[in-house]
């Protein structure tokens, strides 16, 4: 059974800095990209950044320049490197894993980042 870990997420100022983790374990049988998601109360799920087994990298528009995301393909590990926190990008963060050889689609359990003005 695959499981998605994540952790990271708390409380941070504005202009601070936070740095997410999410640890796959189970068995997976391709990992062809990761990636995080996050949800705002009253809004829709919306992609954050993901990043493919070339390391090819995607963000969405409002955290480009600001957050990067990693990966440790040994530790089946991804990471989300958050800087420059504004309020809006308070939000509960989930980690995907999109196992296309199985024809899955794992989601860990999210984690809050709260940032205060």
């Known amino acids: 059974q695959v499981q998605l870990v994540e952790s990271g997420g708390g409380v941070v100022q504005a202009g601070g800095s936070l740095r997410l983790s999410c640890a796959a374990s189970?068995?997976?049988?391709?990992?062809?990209?990761m990636g995080w998601y996050r949800q705002a109360p009253g809004k829709q799920r919306e992609l954050v950044a993901v990043?493919?087994?070339?390391?090819?990298?995607k963000y969405a528009d409002s955290v480009k320049g600001r957050f990067t995301i990693t990966r440790d393909s040994a530790r089946r590990t991804v990471y989300l490197k958050m800087d420059s926190l504004k309020p809006e990008d308070t939000a509960v963060y989930y980690c995907?894993?999109?196992?296309?050889?199985?024809?899955?689609?794992?989601w860990g359990q999210g984690t809050q980042v709260t940032v205060s003005s």
């Open positions: 189970g068995t997976i049988f391709s990992i062809n990209s």
């Open positions: 990043i493919d087994s070339g390391d090819n990298t």
């Open positions: 995907r894993l999109p196992d296309i050889d199985a024809g899955a689609d794992y």
